[in-house]
C-alpha cells in the first residue's frame, strides 16, 4: 500500500472575521411517537418500514456501476485539483474552494460520480487540521470546500479512498449476507464446555437456539449442542470467515489503496495580512445543538468546535467539580471504552472496580465514592466481533439497557455504535439505531432531564480489509445514524469529523484525540 502526503500548498492566512456557515441537511421532521409497533395490511412493522426508507435514502447515495476493465475507473493520479478562488490573501473564516476533474486510468474523463473522497486541510507545524465538504455533481467534477479557521500556512491533501466502481461493489457486496464474520458460541454442558456456531442467520437442519427480543424485533441463534439446552449459553468469540462477495475483477479496485488527487497550480504563496478579528460567539456547547459540517478544528492539537464556545476542563479538580455527583452509563464499543480507561489513568480519585467478569471484554466500573460518581462501560450486544471470549450473560443491546436506567438529571448516557456493524448489511445497524432511539424517546418520557450523547463513529486504518471494514462502510452508518438521531435533544461529539481533521487512521484513536472527545463530554454536561 502506497500513499504519499504532500505539502504542494502554502496558504497563509491572516486574521479577519470569523464567521461559520451551517450545513443544513434535509430530514428535519422525523415522526416522533409510536412507540409500539403494528401491523400494517402490507405485513411490514413500523420498524420495518422506518429502516427500508433510511435504506433508500442510503441507497441513493450511492452509486450503481457497472466495469468491465480497471482502465476505465477512477484514477487518482491522472486526476487534477484546482483553487478555484485563488486569493492573494485569505481572512480566516473565508471558503477555499478546490474543484476536482476526475479522469480513469487511460486519461479519459469520468462522467460519473460516487467517488468516496476525503479532503482535508492541515498544517503540521501547527498541529491544526480540519475537514473539507464534498459536493458531487455526479459528472466527474466535485468541488470540496474547506473552512479556514487558523491564522498560518495550510497544506491540502485529497485522497481518493475509493473510486466509485469500488464504491458500487462494496455497497452491492455488504447487502448480500450475514456470513463475514462467524461466531462461536460457548456452552456449559456440567463442568465441561461445547462450542457451536452462532450468527445472525444459521443455516443448518440441527436444532437452533433463539435469542429473540420479540419487541425490538432482534435475534441472534446459535446451533444447539444435542442434549444440551439453550439456557447453557454463557461466552462467544468471533473469527473472520474467508467469504467474499466480490468478483476477482471487484478486489483489483482495491490492490492500489488510496492515492493523492494531483493539484494544479504547484505551489501557491499567499501573503500575510492582518485586519480586525471577531471571535465566534455562538455561547457555550449545549446538549441540543446542531452540529455543522466541518462541526469544527484542530489547532494546537485542540479541537475547537465551529457552533460552540468550549471550556477547557485543564485540572483533575476541574474534570472532578463536573463529574460530582453523575452517574455516567458509556454504551457501545472499545472507541467507548477508551474513555473509561482514559479516566481510570487520569483523574486518580477513580477506582477501577473489579467485577471480576469473564474474559477481556467486560463491563468496567469506575467509582469515586466520597464524589458519588459512577462511570460504567458496557458493550453493545450483538455483534460484538472479537478474538477473545466475552460473557454473553452482561451482552444486552443498548435499547434495552437505557430502558433498564431510572434516569435524573446527573444521570448522562453516551452512545457509540458502529465499527462492529460495519461488515454486515446495513439494515442491522439502522435497525438498531432505531431501537436505540425508540429506547431514548422512552427514557425521556420518564425523565427529559437526562443527559443523552451520541458519539458518532469514528474513521479507522487505511489498510483495513475493505469488505468487512472499509470506512466506506462506516461513513454510510455515519450519515444514517445522523438521520436517525434526527430531531431528538441529544448531544453529538462528531468523533468522524474529528478524527478527519486530525488525520488519524486508527480505530482507537490516540490519547490527545481521546481527551478532545471527552472534553467535549465535559461540556455538554456541565
Ligand atoms: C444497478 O444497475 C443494474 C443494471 O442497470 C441493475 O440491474 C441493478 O438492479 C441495479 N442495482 C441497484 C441496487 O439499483
Ligand atoms: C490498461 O491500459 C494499458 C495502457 O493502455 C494497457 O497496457 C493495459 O493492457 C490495459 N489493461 C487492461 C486490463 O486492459
Ligand atoms: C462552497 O462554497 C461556495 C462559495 O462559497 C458555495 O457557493 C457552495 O455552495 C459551497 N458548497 C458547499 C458544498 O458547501
Ligand atoms: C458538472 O456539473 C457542474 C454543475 O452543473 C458544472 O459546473 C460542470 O462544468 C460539469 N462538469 C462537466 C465536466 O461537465
Ligand atoms: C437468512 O437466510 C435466509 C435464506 O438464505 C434469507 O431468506 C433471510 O433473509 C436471511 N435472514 C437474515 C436476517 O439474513
Ligand atoms: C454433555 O455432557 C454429557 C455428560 O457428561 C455427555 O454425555 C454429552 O455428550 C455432552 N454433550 C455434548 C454436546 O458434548
Known amino acids: ?39 400494517p395490511k402490507d405485513g411490514l412493522t413500523e420498524r420495518e418500514k422506518k429502516i427500508k426508507s433510511v435504506l433508500k435514502e442510503m441507497d441513493q447515495l450511492v452509486p450503481n456501476v457497472t466495469f468491465t476493465n480497471v482502465n476505465t475507473t477512477t484514477s ?38 460516487g467517488d468516496f473522497l476525503r479532503a482535508r486541510i492541515f498544517s503540521s507545524t501547527l498541529k491544526a487540521g480540519t475537514s473539507g465538504r464534498v459536493e458531487d455533481f455526479n459528472n466527474g467534477t466535485y468541488l470540496v470546500n474547506f473552512t479556514l479557521f487558523w491564522e498560518g500556512n495550510v497544506a491540502l491533501s485529497v485522497l481518493l479512498f475509493h473510486p466509485s466502481e469500488g464504491v458500487s461493489a462494496l455497497w452491492a457486496a455488504r447487502k448480500k449476507g450475514y456470513e463475514k464474520i462467524v461466531f462461536t458460541g460457548m456452552f456449559a ?9 452462532c450468527n445472525f442467520n444459521v443455516t443448518t437442519k440441527a436444532k437452533v437456539c433463539e435469542y429473540l427480543d420479540h419487541r425490538d424485533e432482534e435475534a441472534f441463534y446459535c446451533i444447539k449442542p444435542d442434549n444440551v439446552p439453550c439456557e447453557a449459553f454463557i461466552q462467544l468469540k468471533s473469527q473472520n470467515k474467508p467469504i467474499s462477495y466480490l468478483s476477482v475483477l471487484e478486489k483489483g479496485l482495491f490492490d492500489r489503496y488510496l492515492i493523492e488527487i494531483g493539484m494544479t497550480p504547484d505551489s501557491i504563496v499567499i501573503s500575510f495580512f492582518l485586519t480586525d478579528s471577531k471571535t465566534l460567539s455562538n455561547g457555550k456547547c449545549k446538549i441540543g445543538m446542531r452540529s455543522p459540517s466541518p462541526s469544527g478544528y484542530v489547532w494546537q492539537n485542540q479541537w475547537n468546535p465551529a457552533f460552540c464556545t468550549l471550556s477547557n476542563f485543564k485540572t483533575t479538580d476541574q474534570i472532578n467539580a463536573c463529574l460530582k455527583g453523575k452517574l455516567i452509563y458509556l454504551l457501545g464499543d472499545s472507541t467507548m471504552r477508551q474513555w473509561i480507561e482514559y479516566f481510570i489513568r487520569t483523574v486518580r480519585s477513580l477506582t477501577y472496580f473489579n467485577l471480576h467478569a469473564t474474559g477481556k471484554v467486560q463491563t468496567m466500573v469506575a ?45 448522562v448516557i453516551v452512545i457509540s455504535l458502529g465499527q462492529h456493524f460495519r461488515p454486515y448489511p446495513m439494515d442491522l445497524f439502522i435497525r438498531r439505531v432505531l431501537n436505540v432511539r425508540k429506547a431514548i424517546e422512552r427514557l425521556f418520557l420518564r425523565s427529559p432531564d437526562t443527559k443523552v450523547i451520541i458519539k458518532e463513529e469514528n474513521t479507522r486504518e487505511m489498510s483495513i480489509d475493505p469488505e468487512r471494514f472499509s470506512d466506506f462502510h462506516g461513513y454510510m452508518q455515519y450519515l444514517a445514524s445522523k ?43 456541565c
Not at 485539483?81 to 469520468?110: F, S
Not at 487512521?505 to 463530554?521: A, C, K, L, S
Request: proline residues 3%.
Open 1 to 39: 500500500i502506497n500513499f504519499n502526503f504532500w505539502e504542494v500548498l502554502t496558504l497563509f492566512l491572516s486574521l479577519c472575521t470569523l464567521k461559520v456557515t451551517i450545513f443544513s441537511r434535509k430530514h428535519e421532521n422525523w415522526p416522533i411517537g409510536s412507540i409500539a409497533p403494528c401491523m
Open 76 to 113: 487518482a493520479k491522472n486526476s487534477v485539483a484546482t483553487i478555484l478562488n485563488h486569493k492573494d490573501t485569505y481572512c480566516i473564516g473565508d471558503q477555499l474552494t478546490v474543484r476536482l476533474d476526475m479522469y480513469d486510468n487511460l486519461g479519459n474523463r469520468k462522467k460519473y460520480g
Open 189 to 197: 454442558n456440567g463442568t465441561s464446555a461445547v462450542f457451536t456456531e
Open 367 to 411: 467509582l469515586d465514592t466520597a464524589r458519588n460518581i459512577q462511570i460504567q462501560w458496557k458493550k453493545h450486544g450483538h455483534p460484538f466481533i472479537g478474538s477473545s471470549e466475552y460473557t454473553v450473560k452482561a451482552h444486552k443491546y443498548v435499547s434495552r439497557e437505557i430502558d433498564s436506567l431510572e434516569g435524573n438529571r446527573d444521570t
Open 483 to 525: 438521520v436517525l438521531f434526527q430531531g431528538l435533544n441529544v448531544a453529538v461529539i462528531d468523533a468522524w469529523d474529528m478524527t478527519t481533521a486530525y488525520g488519524t487512521y486508527d480505530v482507537h484513536p490516540p490519547d490527545h484525540v481521546v481527551w478532545n472527545e471527552i472534553n467535549m463530554f465535559l461540556n455538554y454536561i
